[in-house]
């Protein structure tokens, strides 16, 4: 009678854990792209295979037309975006650094003073999510079973781990000096398959080897030529042409160089499934999340641009990531079982030497040379030294105490520097923020400064400039504006309670954490001003 009661038992408990993982996913992957263009899911779609990009598309839910809706678009306050479903001005991640007006000091958006590393020596470690105002998707999640769920954040980059984690993470990883580490923030000591990860020195086998391309040299020609004297070399190389010698590349260089490789993609999602495995993601009662940032794509963008055959080939090489990646879940949670997203924090802008080179309009400026000239002509006209604090986030911080310290006006000197600004041929508009909603802008512009605006930490005054130009040098790219080359991003959502197809309507990164709250029918971020994306819902 006894041994009848417990077989029924079991079986009751398989039916219900069989109701729950159909009304529940095992396990949601955010798969965010760092600088992926929306346009790369469709540029080299003729080298891509059939179970990278492509399968996402076919069996996914693709939103054609998602844009950020705020400036500065970087790497910090696009990954707080989407998993906060918030923006800059609520959700207080400015930039990826920022002057902080109240505690008067430059900010690193992780910087967090009260935790140490773990995991290695040094300050690397020395972060959490402490800046970020609101909480995320994944903090709602464990919020909604009393913290049941497992949360896991990876990045090479501290920000790309941390930020998307959120505040109540089991564990957030991110990469110094050829290892995985983490903070006192989530743990005192590495878990022992972390520890025996490192111990693999799985970059270091990496950097034995060189960077050749996957394919012929002849098939990428949806690139500009190998040889320009625009890109920047890899950390170490003294070339900017295949192959790359990573081998040939110093002791001293090679974990920092190893970034800016490919291979550090690989590297990621190996890691994210030798934590899947380790932490038995998905073997929960609950639904697990996991947060994958890939980082080496932003490297490879800044040096090379994204008309190289560098980043072609890293994409074609991140399509099989990609797709081994998908096989990997199939296998181990079983076709449709779990949820993925797949998004970019950013994109990027053409180096503007290409442009050139195609009679096409661009240009750089430094932010060190607008700080130095308008602090000179301030001294000369008000005899008040210093008075620009910095600029940067395409913002002037003042230093008002400077000013004030000199019985000088300081609304006199803020029209002082907009009139110096708007003498240059490259800046269209300056400003005050205070005052944008007076600004003679067009949207989005407006709307986009207005969501990035954060009265306790940017700028005093904000300038625009021409479409093609940023701050930066002659070689390489970056990105951090308003225009569609930074702003237009991929959004595609693949796997359980997904309805495959797709919509052209205008969609937003602040619609991505609502989405995947509505789908797992838990409370959306609480500083989130997104919309469901009703039409990716089965």
């Known amino acids: 009678m006894v041994r009848k009661l417990f077989f029924s038992l079991i079986l009751l408990m398989g039916w219900i854990s069989g109701i729950a993982q159909n009304n529940k996913p095992k396990l949601v992957v955010g798969l965010v792209i760092d600088q992926m ?70 900010v690193y958006c992780t910087d967090d003073s009260t935790v140490n590393t773990v995991g290695n020596n040094g300050r690397a470690g020395k972060m959490s999510p402490a800046n970020m105002w609101t909480t995320t998707i994944t903090d709602e999640l464990r919020l909604s079973n009393n913290f049941k769920s497992k949360v896991i954040g990876i990045a090479l980059k501290d920000r790309g781990a941390i930020l998307p984690a959120g505040h109540s993470a089991n564990a957030a990883y991110w990469y110094d000096a050829g290892k995985w580490i983490t903070s006192t923030h989530y743990m005192t000591a590495l878990p022992t398959w972390v520890t025996a990860y490192n111990d693999k020195d799985v970059p270091g086998k990496w950097m034995a080897t060189d960077w050749n391309t996957l394919l012929p040299l002849n098939k990428y020609d949806l690139s500009t030529a190998d ?159 210093s008075a620009i604090k910095t600029v940067m986030n395409y913002q002037v911080y003042l230093n008002k105490k400077n000013i004030i310290d000199k019985e000088k006006n300081v609304n006199e000197v803020i029209h002082f520097v907009i009139d110096a600004l708007k003498e240059k041929d490259f800046i269209i508009n300056a400003f005050e923020l205070d005052k944008i909603q007076e600004a003679a802008l067009p949207e989005p512009q407006k709307q986009m400064i207005t969501n990035g605006y954060n009265v306790k930490r940017s700028g005093d005054i904000q300038f625009t400039f021409k479409p093609g ?29 997904v309805k495959p197809g797709k919509t052209n309507r205008e969609i937003y990164m602040t619609d991505i954490a609502p989405t995947i709250a509505a789908m797992l029918q838990i409370q959306m971020p609480n500083g989130c001003v997104g919309k469901v994306i009703t039409e990716a819902v089965k």
């Open 37 to 106: 263009r929306w346009d790369y899911l469709y540029r080299y779609s003729n080298l891509y295979g059939s179970g990278g990009f492509k399968r996402l598309l076919k069996d996914g839910f693709t939103a054609e037309n998602t844009m950020i809706p705020y400036m500065p678009t970087y790497t910090a306050p696009g990954h707080s975006c989407i998993y906060t479903g918030s923006v800059p001005a609520i959700n207080g991640i400015a930039g990826n650094n920022w002057y902080d007006k109240t505690a008067e000091k430059f």
């Open 227 to 385: 040889d320009k004297v625009y890109e920047n070399t890899i950390r170490g190389e003294k070339t900017v042409v295949f192959p790359h010698k990573l081998s040939a590349i110093g002791a001293n260089d090679k974990y920092e160089a190893f970034r800016t490789t490919p291979f550090a993609n690989t590297y990621t999602l190996d890691f994210a499934k030798a934590a899947i495995e380790s932490e038995r993601l998905g073997k929960n009662t609950v639904t697990d999340f996991l947060a994958v940032s890939i980082s080496s794509t932003d490297y490879i963008g800044h040096a090379f641009g994204p008309n190289s055959i560098e980043m072609e080939d890293t994409y074609l090489r991140l399509d099989k990531d990609i797709e081994n990646f998908l096989i990997y879940l199939d296998t181990k949670m079983g076709k449709g079982n779990y949820l993925l997203f797949l998004s970019a924090d950013h994109g990027v802008a053409h180096i503007p030497a290409f442009l050139k080179e195609h009679k096409i309009p661009g240009g750089t400026f430094e932010d060190g040379d607008i700080v130095n000239e308008l602090n000179k002509r301030i001294e000369e006209k008000f005899a008040v030294k």
């Open 469 to 497: 130009y940023f701050d930066g040098w002659n070689k390489g790219t970056t990105h951090g504006l308003w225009n569609p080359y930074d702003a237009h991003i991929p959004c595609v959502f693949f796997g359980w309670g």
